[in-house]
């Protein structure tokens, strides 16, 4: 099996917890890597899918990895982490319960993170009592309320039973020669290290998959941010060894001269330390998610997934206006806006296309809590500027002064009334214009003479004021 010949094709496997993802994965699955089918000690004691699982199968001319994600509401960050490296969705439902809120939660998240493809599953046909094709009709009524729209595939089987897998393996092949998948061959070195161990008298291996660039046999690479170096011992897709690998290859890789105990999922393999940036304060611009009903308020705290980490941090969204950062609050009704974010932790990111994942996982997981995602901007070395606005309110203390229109409160002693000449007000007022007395009181302008003025109407003044937010 000549594996190196074959196209790889990554498809990410989602929906909500027990709707069977793993036994779909066991079923098509041919080749099964160290982190396959729930190989982690608590998915087998709890039952439950925890982990990255990875599996392979072949086919016609492609090499297709299957990435399986934890489906239960607490682990969405794991399955989040996966988003980067898939080029298809499968989304798989429980065709005797529809539906659920992870499955729509991972719809989200799929759509955030700008995958377009997706393939439906609806699994435990073994089990269903009533009418497939209706239920089918139904799974295409509520796939019409989102982006991917009415006209997607949807295949009916049983994992357990091992029933509808021929179909669906000629529907997952017409799916992927649909494709138009571009890997960046020529780039920077860029792999996220999805697994690390050591095996005895062979040394330290990571796992991830290539997103850019090549690799190669003796090849030195640095892994971020940990800055340990080694060279490239062996090369395997799949427990076959091979000289090189490229963009888009699954690969284990053994390395001399690296410590495994440092090693974190997170960390980058790649040729070129320059590609990243260690930071902890990025300006981005968020593509919100209009199914996401919290309002975003300025500081709000947020969960960021950058590549395969998820952290916490605070978003302060902003209006740019005449090169100045305007707070804001931004609602559901909102779309896109630009932000600051301020992670708690540094974190290591690509400085070219970095897309993130923004959540809010404080959220009951009754609730969908993907916000959207964000495209970053601008790396920060400390918190930029912002501005708000400050409303002083004042009173009309005597509209017919020959002087002029006299106001009060705006300011409480001469010195601070001298301070605010040439302020603009809210209309229909135009500025301060001058002091009056030595008590705080000013003369205002008005925008129209005829308009009527009388005792006692307010008069604001709208200042915009600078301050910079804290580092969490």
Not at 97 to 121: A, F, N, P, Y
Request: aromatic share 6%.
């Amino acid at each position: 099996m000549q594996i190196k010949k074959k196209i790889p094709v990554h498809i990410g496997l989602f929906g909500h917890i027990d709707s069977g993802k793993t036994a779909i994965a066991e079923v098509l699955s041919e080749i099964i890597s160290t982190a396959g089918l729930d190989a982690h000690p608590q998915s087998k004691e709890r039952g439950i899918t925890i982990d990255l699982g990875f599996t392979s199968f072949l086919l016609d001319k492609y090499l297709v990895t299957l990435v399986d994600g934890p489906g239960h509401a607490d682990l969405i960050k794991i399955s989040a982490s996966s988003v980067e490296i898939i080029d298809i969705a499968l989304i798989v439902i429980d065709i005797n319960k529809g539906s659920q809120v992870q499955t729509g939660e991972h719809l989200i998240m799929v759509e955030s993170l700008r995958i377009k493809d997706i393939i439906v599953i609806l699994n435990k046909i073994d089990l269903f009592k009533k009418n497939i094709e209706e239920e089918i009709k139904k799974t295409r009524e509520f796939f019409d309320s989102t982006s991917f729209g009415s006209d997607v595939p949807i295949y009916a089987v049983s994992a357990k039973n091992k029933v509808g897998f021929e179909e669906l393996k000629k529907g997952i092949l017409e799916k992927v020669n649909s494709l138009e998948i571009k890997r960046i061959i020529d780039g920077d070195l860029i792999i996220p290290v999805d697994h690390h161990f050591p095996i005895k008298g062979i040394g330290t291996v990571l796992t991830g998959t290539i997103l850019s660039g090549t690799l190669s046999l003796n090849q030195n690479i640095e892994i971020l941010p940990i800055k340990s170096s080694g060279r490239v011992k062996s090369i395997q897709i799949f427990y076959q060894n091979v000289d090189s690998a490229k963009a888009g290859d699954r690969v284990g890789i053994n390395i001399k001269g690296i410590d495994v105990k440092k090693v974190f999922r997170g960390c980058y393999a790649t040729n070129n330390p320059k590609a990243f940036e260690y930071c902890n304060i990025i300006g981005v611009e968020v593509n919100n998610n209009s199914l996401f009903k919290p309002n975003t308020r300025f500081g709000t705290q947020v969960h960021i997934t950058i590549g395969m980490l998820t952290m916490t941090g605070n978003i302060y969204p902003f209006d740019e206006i005449d090169g100045r950062r305007i707070q804001k609050s931004v609602s559901n009704k909102d779309r896109g806006f630009k932000a600051i974010i301020l992670l708690k932790d540094k974190v290591l990111i690509r400085k070219k296309k970095a897309i993130l994942l923004i959540s809010r996982l404080d959220l009951p997981p009754t609730t969908l809590r993907i916000l959207g995602s964000a495209d970053l901007l601008k790396i920060y070395d400390k918190p930029p500027l912002f501005y708000r606005y400050k409303i002083k309110k004042g009173f009309i203390k005597n509209p017919e002064h020959p002087q002029g229109i006299i106001c009060t409160g705006l300011a409480q002693s001469a010195i601070g009334a001298k301070k605010i000449i040439g302020k603009k007000l809210e209309p229909p007022f135009t500025t301060v214009l001058n002091t009056f007395g030595t008590k705080g009181a000013v003369i205002v302008g008005i925008e129209i003479k005829d308009i009527v003025v009388k005792k006692g109407d307010p008069v604001f003044l709208k200042e915009l004021r600078s301050f910079h937010v804290k580092n969490i």
